[in-house]
């Protein structure tokens, strides 16, 4: 079972960024996708970003492509997710997820998913 904690939220104008961390512990990455998800009050929890357990094929959902990079530090087992031109509606609770693969594609769908961090607040706002 991998353990995983997000870091990196915060309060920021539309059109600023933020990087999200989510740091692995447990097994190695090589071992797992991870996802990017995001939930907003009253919404239901939506895919962003996932990388697979070999780092290729990032894939990302049409709401944040051009916006949103995920990229990993294997050796620092982190995953991160740079935010870019953010708007007020990526206004959300992030969270990381990993799921036991060593396929080279990933999905962003949530139920796919076994194991989650604590998740971070990410609000844009003027």
């Known amino acids: 079972q991998l353990q995983l904690v997000e870091s990196g939220g915060g309060l920021v104008q539309p059109g600023g960024s933020l990087r999200l961390s989510c740091v692995a512990s447990g097994l190695g990455l090589d071992f797992y996708a991870i996802g990017w998800f995001r939930q907003a009050p009253g919404k239901e929890r939506e895919g962003v970003s996932c990388i697979s357990s070999n780092g290729d094929n990032p894939t990302y959902a049409d709401s944040v492509k051009g916006r949103f990079t995920i990229s990993r530090d294997k050796a620092k087992s982190t995953v991160y997710l740079q935010m870019n031109s953010l708007k007020p509606e990526d206004t959300a609770v992030y969270y990381c997820?990993?799921?036991?693969?060593?396929?080279?594609?990933?999905?962003?769908?949530?139920?796919?998913?076994?194991?989650w961090g604590q998740g971070t607040q990410v609000t844009v706002s003027s």
């Open positions: 997820g990993a799921l036991a693969t060593v396929l080279t594609k990933c999905t962003v769908v949530p139920d796919e998913y076994e194991d």
